[in-house]
């Protein structure tokens, strides 16, 4: 369970990455004599459980008490019409994750 959260997270914060890093390709960058040894943090998107047609937001304490078998899919948001609807706080991209109803 952690494994897949994992992977999809990843993915959608490399998905954002990427988006980020696109804009940037068609701007001359200075040859440079050092390494930057700097490491970025990872931008963590918005996570949103949705149970029952009902969405709200979820820590990533929460997320890790979560087990596969709770799970029914998961859906990541990246283009920038769709995180509109969920603010700066869904600037990183949003996943939801929808449980599995009784």
């Known amino acids: 369970m952690k494994s897949l959260l994992v992977v999809a997270f990843i993915v959608c914060t490399s998905a954002v990455a990427f ?17 930057d040894t700097t490491v970025s943090p990872i931008p963590e998107p918005l996570f949103l459980l949705s149970e029952g047609g009902i969405k709200k937001e979820l820590s990533t304490d929460e997320l890790g008490k979560l087990t596969i078998t709770q799970i029914a899919s998961v859906e990541l948001i990246l283009d920038s019409e769709s995180l509109k609807e969920y603010g700066e706080k869904g600037r990183n991209g949003v996943m939801i994750i929808s449980l599995v109803e009784d």
């Open 19 to 35: 988006a980020q890093q696109t804009d940037l390709q068609n701007e001359p960058f200075p040859i440079q004599n050092t390494v």
